[in-house]
């Protein structure tokens, strides 16, 4: 995927998204250039993606992975958030 096609999706998400964040955590997640090109990378590498685990999280999010799982599913993602295929294109 082209990297713009990647952050088109995302801004279309953004709105959703950020309220998301306000109800899960209490505030906005910020991200830096490099942050987003981190998170375009590892979404492109399937080897990366594998190897990645909990632990590698930050605390905070770990904290709400947990009642995810025990709730049947993301929040965030059962409320709109993320990114769908296709959608918008």
Same mark, same amino acid.
């Given at each position: 995927?082209? =990297?713009?096609?990647?952050?088109?999706?995302?801004? *279309?998400?953004?709105? =959703?998204?950020?309220?998301?964040?306000?109800?899960?955590?209490? +505030? %906005?997640? +910020?991200?830096?250039? %490099?942050?987003?090109? /981190?998170?375009?990378?590892?979404?492109?590498?399937?080897?990366? %993606?594998?190897?990645?685990?909990?632990?590698?999280? =930050?605390?905070?999010? *770990? /904290?709400?992975?947990?009642?995810?799982?025990?709730?049947?599913?993301?929040?965030?993602?059962?409320?709109?958030?993320?990114?769908? *295929?296709?959608?918008?294109?």
């Amino acid at each position: 995927m082209n =990297p713009f096609d990647f952050f088109a999706k995302m801004w *279309r998400g953004a709105e =959703p998204m950020i309220m998301i964040h306000h109800e899960e955590i209490g +505030e %906005q997640i +910020e991200f830096t250039g %490099q942050d987003l090109a /981190d998170i375009v990378a590892f979404a492109h590498n399937a080897a990366v %993606q594998k190897t990645f685990t909990e632990e590698d999280g =930050p605390k905070g999010i *770990r /904290d709400h992975m947990g009642e995810d799982e025990d709730s049947g599913g993301s929040h965030m993602m059962m409320n709109g958030g993320g990114m769908m *295929r296709g959608h918008g294109q």
